[in-house]
């Protein structure tokens, strides 16, 4: 028979168990959301020249399938969306140069899109971008 000591550790330890795949479970729903409304806003906004898998143009306008450029730095993403971007960026060892437009995007649209996009197209990001994570960035730029 086990004594009192071991069964209160062995409930606190199961409680912290069954605790984190619910975390887990509630942190990959919000991503799960989040992605389908970046789809949405890919779709309207990215597409165009980054193509329906991400694979960009050619010597054109990068990609953002299996990026290098894209999973390096999730502040300078969020930048590049508010801003745009203009000068020679290498994506996977390629150089391009070309304009990108500031997207007018809110925070919270920002986040979805780079949340899709960040586990699409071949990529898996380390942490999910938040509207919070994006308005601190928009701050900072001001």
């Given amino acids: 028979m086990m004594n009192t000591k071991k069964l209160t550790l062995l409930a606190a330890f199961c409680g912290i168990f069954l605790a984190s795949f619910s975390f887990k479970a509630d942190q990959s729903d919000a991503l799960k959301k989040s992605m389908e409304a970046g789809k949405t806003t890919y779709n309207q906004v990215c597409m165009a020249c980054h193509l329906d898998k991400g694979q960009g143009i050619a010597n054109v306008f990068p990609p953002l399938a ?14 590049n969306l508010i801003n745009g971007l203009q ?3 290498t994506v996977n060892g390629k150089k391009y140069n070309q304009v990108m437009p500031a997207t007018g995007l809110d925070d919270a649209d920002i986040a979805n899109v780079l949340n899709y996009v960040m586990n ?18 928009r701050a900072d730029l001001k």
């Fill in 66 to 79: 299996e990026s290098d450029y894209l999973m390096k730095d999730v502040e300078r993403n969020i930048e």
């Fill in 87 to 89: 000068g020679e960026i």
């Fill in 120 to 137: 699409s197209f071949g990529n898996k990001a380390e942490k999910m971008v938040t509207k919070e994570q994006v308005a601190k960035v």
